[in-house]
């Protein structure tokens, strides 16, 4: 006899495996992929009749979800007339863990509502993680006061999934209340505080609850070190990110991929590129995630051409980009704005193979609009097999860059009416940017309705960033500060920037210090706010105030990235900044721009004293 037979083994010995036995060969062979295997025993069950059992079931439908045939699974749970919660349980998270978090609520909402049945805390943990993929307050919400009413709220799994839901839906608020009312917390319920607050524009309370932790001796993971240096990143705090990276190294877990590469990505933001690559070069193994946190950091902080040299050594060394690497130096060549260099990086995805990835395509759409050619970012829309709403989204985005609002807008209406494909939260990014771009106040504000009463879509900082440079452009700075109170979460740097900056061009003092306020509040490393509200005391004439700023800026050490311009001249492109004296001929160069500057006032041009000058 064939030990290995499965069939003779059972049936030749008579010996029939008991459930329990044949649950955990199955969820084995789940584990390991084995799908076949796992068949053959399927089949074998149905032969000797021992697959009615709800458990095998259950380990059966947890098989084919992990090994994605989720058809199959969907059969073997129609194979029950009566399926009890743990049928239900597994049919449920299989749809959340397979990527199809609607299906989850669907089947969990006929569990409830149609059949009856009592969810147990696995079954909730799946429908609240169902809600966090879609980002659905709302719902979640709802699943929440249901866990209350259920008594469950007690459960440790079931709040850190709470927490994680509130965290991806920017619920700030709602999470904050759930952890401080949590009679238990573990390190999952730290963590995923401390990514709530990092993610949502609340970098302060981030760190604040980190150091929380340390100071209680809770000893944080790799995961809870992670979300507070992204908050360092957020604010350019270096100092308290260099504090976080000595703890990695003292818990032994600087090398973990994820740690160094967010590393290296927070000393960027700081602007410190020499203690990236320095980290860089110590890591053991430079897979293309390293290489693209390096080269797209350098892009971030203005230093695109070292970008490129370093995605050359990266294909030097024979690291084969992915999808979202290529994304990333598509981004960083954006920003050159030279339209050859377009055609080339153009070529070479194609070549590669990742012309028909919707993401790459997305990002050539954007690299042909930064590039002014807004021909050849529709080309490669309509060139696109397949427009998912990352493609609408970039077209609409395109189009909005170019200050073409009303064209936006219909692309938006041919997207939502004529489409299979709907809206989501980057779409209504593009199209409010379009709006306020082109100074479509009507449009924008319906925009945003549309967004949240029809599509039921909620919105984030970033959302109502857009709305607020929309009111102040055009000079609504009461209705645009009436925003930021209304807001459901705290304002961000992003916020309270886009205000100081309307304040800026409406010349707005009263406002604009109160916007000033509290970017120092949130962001006090940024030279940049000191340098926006320092402009619009220079044009006020007040000296004083201006000067204190300036003192400010020098007594703290801060920096401001140096703005550069770039021209293509014979195929080579040659980057200037302000006051740049480096070139052989700078005096005729200086003497050419006096004449300008001269020709310009007579044209009536009036210059405004700006810090930058005074520093």
Known sequence: MNKHNVSSVSVEESQRPDNYSVSIVLKSCAGLRKVLLGKMIHGFLMKVRIDGDMFVGSALIDLYTKCGLMNDAVK???????????????????????????LALAFFSRMVVSEKV?????????????CAQLSDFKVGRSVHGFVKRKGLDTKLCLANSLLNLYGKTGSIKNAANLFRE???????????????YADNGAETNALDLFNEMLDKRIKPNWVTVVSALRACAYTSNLEEGMKIHELA??????????????????YMKCFSPEKAVDLFNRMPKKDVIAWAVLFSGYADIGMVHESMRVFGNMLSSG????????????????????????????????????????????????????????????????????????????????????????????LFYQMANYSDTKPNNVTFISILSACSHSGLIKEGIKMFD??????????????????????????????????????????GPDIWGALLGACRIHQNIKMGEVAAKNLFSLDPNHAGYYILLSNIYCVDENWHSATKLRR????????????????????????????????????????????????MREEGYDPQLQIEEML
């Open 182 to 196: 949590m009679p238990d917390k573990d390190i999952i319920s730290w963590s995923s505080m401390v990514a709530c």
């Open 552 to 599: 400010l800026v020098k007594e703290n050490s801060l920096k401001k990235i140096v703005g550069q311009s770039m021209v293509e001249l014979k195929n080579e492109v040659r980057s200037f900044v302000a006051s740049d004296r480096f070139h052989d001929e700078s005096g005729e160069i200086y003497e050419i721009l006096k004449k300008l500057h001269a020709k």
């Open 76 to 102: 073997v749970f129609m194979e029950y007339p009566k399926p009890d919660v743990v049928l239900w349980t597994s049919i449920v998270s299989g749809y959340e863990q397979s990527g199809s978090p609607e």
């Open 450 to 491: 549309i967004m949240v009463n029809k599509y039921k879509l909620i919105p984030n900082s970033e959302h109502y960033a857009i709305m607020v440079d929309l009111l102040g452009r055009m000079g609504e700075l009461d209705m645009a500060l009436d925003v930021i109170k209304n807001m459901p979460m705290q304002a």
């Open 118 to 130: 009592n969810p147990d805390p696995v079954t909730l943990v799946s429908v609240v993680s169902a």
């Open 319 to 410: 690291t084969r980009p992915d999808a979202i690497a290529l994304v990333k130096i598509l981004t960083a060549v954006s920003e050159l704005g030279i339209f050859q260099q377009a055609v080339c990086f153009h070529s070479f995805v194609t070549k590669i193979g990742f012309a028909n990835n919707q993401f790459i395509g997305a990002a050539l759409i954007e690299l042909y609009a930064k590039c002014c050619s807004i021909e050849d970012a529709n080309k490669v829309f309509e060139g696109m097999a397949y427009k998912d709403v990352v493609t609408w989204s970039s077209i609409i985005a395109a189009y909005g860059f170019h200050g073409q609002g009303e064209e936006a807008l219909k």
């Open 249 to 266: 190294v003292n818990y032994g877990f600087e090398m973990e991929t994820t740690v160094s590469t967010t590393l290296m990505d927070m």
